[in-house]
């Protein structure tokens, strides 16, 4: 009950961070937004992790920490970039396919895999092919780049939320959280800030901290949902995508391809079978 409490939380928080970084990323470069998330979201995790206490660190939880924050920083980013000139209906469900990546790296790890699972992620990579489909002309090309991005998106994400399940397992929630932040300070938001290139704008600045704020609950939510059942947590968080695709239409009226949506159902679909499958 308690990876479903958290995996839920997890879908609720990244919902409402796919729809403030869709219009964030319009109003500033997606490295510029990618600084300022991971700044906040330090500020947050830094006090939040020492008052937990120090936990013991080995070799093999230095290397989950290392992949959980490096992940998802390059995730972000690709995710960031693919809202900057896609729609959240098609970047949101497949970016969603982190929670499939994370039980098929679980499967690799020594997991066993049963044909039920191994049929339901080949109707979610098909899911993926199809809402990556777009009309011709200027929207097919900027389709294409959102989606490549997006599946690079999902690709990072899922080792980074692996990998954050397996951190919150050793070390706790709160140091599951800090890795993003710390990775995304020292590697994006200090070199920007020494070139003089991170750019912030009045319009973008409320954006970029709520995407902060919301990216830090979510990772947290989800972190304890995992030290409770790993590939559970990490499919559930997953329906962000079906919630994104919603709020998307009734607030920005984004209209899809009837292949990208029937690409988009079977992305749903196929994350709801296997939440069923590894429950």
Known sequence: MLAIIGGLGAAVAWTATTLVASRGSRLIDPWSLLATVMTVGFVIAVPAAFASGTPHVNGTSATWLAISGLGNVIGLLFNYSALRIGKVGMVAPITSTEGAIAATIAVLAGESLSAGTAVTLA???GGVVLAARA??????????????FACGSALS???????TGK??????????????????????????AATRRWRMTRAALPYAVAC???EFVGFATYAFGARHGLAVAAVLA??????????GYFLWRERLARIQIAGIVAIAVGVSVLSVLHS
């Not at 002309?137 to 780049?145: I, T």
């Not at 706790?172 to 994006?188: F, K, M, T, Y």
């Not at 997953?238 to 709020?247: D, E, I, N, Y």
């Open 123 to 125: 109707v979610v990579a």
């Open 135 to 148: 009309q011709g002309g200027e929207s097919r090309h900027h389709d294409l780049r959102a989606a490549l």
């Open 157 to 163: 994400f899922g080792a980074s939320i692996y990998a």
């Open 167 to 192: 951190v919150g397992q050793d070390l706790g929630v709160a140091w599951a959280a800090l890795p993003p932040r710390v990775v995304g300070v020292a590697v994006i938001a200090l070199p920007l």
């Open 212 to 214: 902060g704020i919301l």
């Open 238 to 247: 997953s329906q962000f995508a079906g919630l994104s695709v919603v709020a």
